[in-house]
Nanobody
C-alpha cells in the first residue's frame, strides 16, 4: 500500500515556474515507477511525465518535453515535477501516481493516486 500526497501547486504567470512534490508513505515506494498526470475541467486525465523506480529512465508527454523535469529521491520517498516556461494551457489539477512502468501513459494502468494539487497559469 502506498499513500501519496501532492503539494506545491498555485497560481503563476505565464512563463513562470513551479515545483510540485509528491510525498509517499509505504515501504514499497521504491518498487514503483512514479508518474504525474493532469486533468483540466471538462477534459480527461492525461499523462504528463513518469520516472522509473531507480530514477534512471524518464518519459514525457510531447506537450511538456523540454519544459518539465521529473525526478525522485528514494531516500525521502518523494517525487518532484519541476515545471518551467508555464503556459495557460498547463492549467489543471496535477496528480501523482505509482504504477508499473514509466511508459504506461494510460491512467487505468496506475495503481495508487494522490488527491492532486491545483496549478493555474495566468496569461
Amino acid at each position: 500500500q502506498v499513500q501519496l500526497v501532492e503539494s506545491g501547486g498555485g497560481l503563476v504567470q505565464a512563463g513562470g515556474s513551479l515545483r510540485l512534490s509528491c510525498a509517499a508513505s509505504g515501504r514499497t515506494f521504491i518498487t514503483y515507477a512514479m508518474g504525474w498526470f493532469r486533468q483540466a475541467p471538462g477534459k480527461e486525465r492525461e499523462f504528463v511525465a513518469a520516472i522509473s523506480w531507480g530514477g534512471s529512465n524518464t518519459y514525457y508527454a510531447d506537450s511538456v518535453k523540454g519544459r518539465f523535469t521529473i525526478s525522485r529521491d528514494n531516500a525521502k520517498n518523494t517525487v518532484y515535477l519541476l515545471m518551467n516556461s508555464l503556459k495557460p494551457e498547463d492549467t489543471a489539477r496535477y496528480y501523482c501516481a505509482a504504477g508499473p512502468s514509466q511508459y504506461a501513459v494510460d491512467p487505468p494502468s496506475w495503481k495508487y493516486w494522490g488527491q492532486g494539487t491545483q496549478v493555474t497559469v495566468s496569461s
